[in-house]
């Protein structure tokens, strides 16, 4: 984690602590899905990903998760960013989401996501992006909405 | 068991279409009234092959399931390779009506599923007096767009992934792991530019908004019937259709989502039943 992130005075949000601690846990689901890394093993991008009142800068080379550091952070770039409402993610992670909160862009459509920035990343390895950000429905951490 | 033939049979019928010879394919099986089946956009007719081997359907139904122009076995028409596919409501409903008087259907059922589902609508308005019944899966009069079409279709995008990736969303998160597997198999499979051309009709061509009104049902009777899991013809955009359709039967169908013959067979049988043995029904009466 970026030290620096800590030391910024971004005013404070209230946030959702149980939604970030499971977003915080992609790192490690990834990194026991071989199946889902070798989907993404042409990947290399910086992008801006999870809950609007806390998204993270995530760098992924070769489908893996290199470094995942809460933004913001000063002058980071980030070539897209998903971020979406902390309900959305919520609904996103129960085992079976309900209908119209189950997809990153039923999410979008809706106006519970934004997805900026350059897509083709996001585009051309949408499966991997839908599946990387379902990870923690496995773990079952977040609590229906 | 291995060995095990299933009853379906696959020919080639020469259909003419806009003027020119086309080779469909199609798939059938079962004797009685004629049920024919319209596969979604991008994909072909073997998302019906669970209806076509279905005992007590088949019993019936002559149940024959085509693949469209450029989709599947059935070839683009030999003057247009190389050029953009574009499919237009004109050339959609000609396809359907040229294929059934092609195997000579005595006012056949159809029923079409997402692009097979808006252009019954469109049959239900020109052409009602044609068909016995018809059936619109995850149909409306139209659906708002949640992506842009031209990422389907560029030679730095994978288009048969990009294709499954954005219709794996359209699928019910708790149906069997086959079935979706299978469905999106069929979208990683299209031509390129195949989905994107039936889009154009989808999105711009067939836009029936202020035209449904005009159905009437008493001429030929209308099921729509869409999954609760599609967001992209949603349960609100068939209803919503469905209410300036006097006498028209709209149904929700509970863990479904946009492609219910494929993704869950056992499931849309349960909604699928009812409507056929309706039409059963008053062909006896």
């Known amino acids: 984690m970026n030290p620096d992130a800590a030391s910024t005075d971004r ?20 990194s026991r899905d071989e199946k889902l890394i070798g989907r993404g093993r042409l990947l290399d991008v910086e992008c801006l990903l999870g809950p609007t ?93 | 068991m291995s060995g095990f033939v299933e009853p379906i049979v696959g020919r080639y019928v020469h259909v003419e279409i806009d003027g020119e010879i086309n080779r469909i394919y199609f ?91 808006r252009i019954v609508l469109n049959l239900a308005i020109s052409h009602a007096s044609e068909f016995r019944a018809l059936i619109g899966l995850e149909a409306a009069d139209f659906q708002q767009p949640w992506y842009d079409t031209a990422w389907l279709n560029r030679p730095d995008v994978h288009g048969g992934e990009l294709c499954a990736a954005l219709v794996s969303g359209l699928i019910s998160p708790n149906g069997p792991v086959v079935a979706r597997d299978e469905t999106l198999w069929g979208y990683k499979q299209g031509g390129p530019g195949i989905f994107k051309g039936d889009l154009y009709f989808y999105r711009v061509d067939g836009d029936l908004r202020g035209r449904v009104g005009q159905i009437d049902v008493r001429e030929c009777p209308l099921y729509l019937l869409t999954g609760e899991y599609d967001f992209s013809c949603t349960p ?49 009466t």
């Open chain 2, 236 to 284: 609100e955009d068939t209803l919503r259709t469905a209410a300036s359709i006097p006498g028209a039967k709209a149904t929700i169908m509970e863990r479904l989502g946009h492609f219910p013959m494929s993704e869950n067979p056992a499931q849309f049988r349960a909604y699928i039943a009812p409507v056929l043995q309706d039409i059963v029904s008053r062909q006896n």
């Open chain 1, 11 to 30: 005013p404070t949000v209230a946030f959702d602590n149980q939604l970030v601690d499971a977003f915080k846990t992609i790192p490690e689901l990834l």
């Open chain 1, 53 to 145: 009142v806390q998204p993270f800068h995530v760098t992924i080379c070769g489908g893996r998760i290199l470094d995942m550091t809460p933004a913001p952070v000063l002058m980071r770039s980030w070539r897209f960013a998903y971020r979406a409402t902390p309900a959305a993610y919520r609904a996103y992670w129960q085992a079976v989401p309900t209908p119209g909160w189950h997809d990153l862009l039923a999410l979008t459509k809706r106006g519970e996501a934004t997805l900026e920035g350059d897509l083709h990343p996001f585009m051309s390895h949408l499966q991997y992006f839908k599946d990387l950000l379902a990870l923690p429905r496995r773990s079952g951490l977040v609590s229906a909405p």
């Open chain 2, 27 to 117: 798939e059938e099986n079962g004797t009685g009234i004629p049920l024919v089946c319209l596969h979604t956009a991008g994909s072909d007719a073997r998302q019906w092959r669970h209806l076509l081997v279905d005992e007590e359907f088949t019993k019936r139904f002559r149940i024959i399931a085509f693949d469209m122009p450029w989709h599947g076995k059935s070839n683009p028409p030999d003057s247009q390779y190389g050029d953009e596919y574009r499919l237009t409501t004109a050339t959609y409903t000609a396809t359907i009506r040229a294929f059934c008087n092609a195997l000579r259907l005595d006012r056949p059922v159809v029923m079409g599923c997402s692009i097979g589902g």
